[in-house]
Nanobody
Framework: QVQLVESGGGSVQAGGSLTLSCVVS????????MGWFRQAPGQERKGVAT???????AYDNSVKGRFFISRDLAKNTVSLQMNTLTPEDTAMYYC?????????????????WGQGTQVSVSS
């Protein structure tokens, strides 16, 4: 059974940084597509960054140049380094895995989600 557990969220002032971590169990982080999504209050969940099995990265335009997705094969984790945060980055962040990456999105069922970690950025 695939399980994803996120951590690293918190409150930060605008311009600050946070690094989210996702511990993956049940599969290897080089299997399929790994990604990070976020959902702000009243909005739909949206892809932020993805990482293919082959190591290709894709980002939503809103985070390009500020966020970086990576993986640690030894720890079987996926991380999202977030820099120069703005209040618009405030959201619940979810780790996810699925068959294929499609830009900053994941496609191909099943898609497995973590429980989420909250990021709040104050101005």
């Amino acid at each position: 059974q695939v399980q994803l557990v996120e951590s690293g969220g918190g409150s930060v002032q605008a311009g600050g940084s946070l690094t989210l971590s996702c511990v993956v169990s049940g599969i290897n982080v080089v299997s399929g597509c790994m990604g990070w999504f976020r959902q702000a209050p009243g909005q739909e969940r949206k892809g932020v960054a993805t990482l293919t099995a082959g190591g290709l990265r894709a980002y939503d335009n809103s985070v390009k140049g500020r966020f970086f997705i990576s993986r640690d094969l030894a720890k079987n984790t996926v991380s999202l380094q977030m820099n120069t945060l703005t209040p618009e980055d405030t959201a619940m962040y979810y780790c996810a895995t699925g068959k294929w990456c499609l830009g900053a999105d994941i496609t191909g069922s099943p898609i497995t989600w973590g429980q989420g970690t909250q990021v709040s950025v104050s101005s």
